[in-house]
């Protein structure tokens, strides 16, 4: 849980795939494989996200017209073991930078707080930390402000890179990211009957808290990357449209 960057910034990048092997091993002269990634298939592990968002899509809207302090509301976990942890976390933007407040809380507690019982501290991974607590009543705050609910899964296997001393510094590479609504408060590692957002694109994104690496600035110059959007949540929706992001029975695209 202390892997978390409460702040930092992130800019992202779509490429192909033969452009994504040579980021690879330029990324590799200053960053270490990201832990999670070591010994796996193709250096990827893959994520799993259960956006909430209210009937109206409010939290789509304010990324779509590009409001300057916008938040998302998530689920983030990474296999379907039943020990394994879940991350509450509200990621907001405010201007160009990326603020987190994340509780991990114990899988088999997740659908009893969606439905609206007060979190207890008997309920997180780490029950004496008070600011996963506070994190976990702030989601409910604005779940209960904003009346979401669970409304798209997202799948996706990530690359990851970092610095050796700490992840102050990250570079990741997405690939395969997949999207369904889902309703249901139970997480999903299945992805059937999901669509491919990006197709066979790479979303790249260059993560840094504090100041902004120069040798970032070389790789996005000797690759030829543009800086663009890649919100995994909106951009899902934008190609299959409101109505099917708010009715789980539409799976079927």
């Known amino acids: 849980m202390s ?28 960053l270490v494989t990201d832990p999670f990634s070591v010994g796996r298939p193709n250096l990827s592990y893959p994520v799993h996200s259960l956006y909430l968002d209210s009937e109206s899509l409010e939290t789509y809207w304010h990324t779509v017209n590009g409001n300057k302090n916008r938040f998302k509301l998530r689920l983030r976990y990474y296999d379907d073991r039943p020990n394994s942890p879940v991350f509450f976390e509200i990621k907001r933007r405010l201007n160009n930078i990326i603020l987190k407040e994340r509780a991990c809380v114990k899988k088999k507690h997740v659908a009893e707080i969606l439905a609206g019982h007060l979190a207890e501290r008997d309920q997180l991974l780490s029950p004496n930390s008070d600011s996963d607590f506070f994190a976990i009543l702030h989601f409910q705050e604005l779940v209960t402000k904003l009346a979401a609910r669970p409304m798209l899964h997202i799948a996706y296997m990530r690359e990851a890179y970092e610095k050796e001393s700490d992840n102050s510094v990250r570079v990741t590479m997405d690939r395969q990211v997949f999207s369904a609504p889902h309703s249901s408060p139970e997480p999903t590692i299945s992805t059937e009957n999901h669509f491919n957002v990006f197709g066979d694109t790479v979303i790249l994104e260059l993560k840094f808290t504090d100041r902004f690496p120069l040798w970032f600035n070389d790789l996005v110059q000797t690759f030829s990357c543009t800086l663009t959007g890649a ?22 695209v």
């Not at 909106?234 to 449209?241: L, M, N, T, V």
């Not at 099917?244 to 029975?249: C, Q, T, V």
């Open 3 to 30: 892997r978390m960057q409460e702040q930092r910034y992130e800019l992202k990048y779509w490429i192909d795939e033969a452009t994504a092997l040579r980021v690879r091993e330029y990324v590799q002269q200053y």
């Open 231 to 252: 919100a995994k949540y909106a951009f899902g929706i934008e190609q299959k449209g409101a109505d099917w992001a708010r009715s789980p029975l539409q799976r079927q």
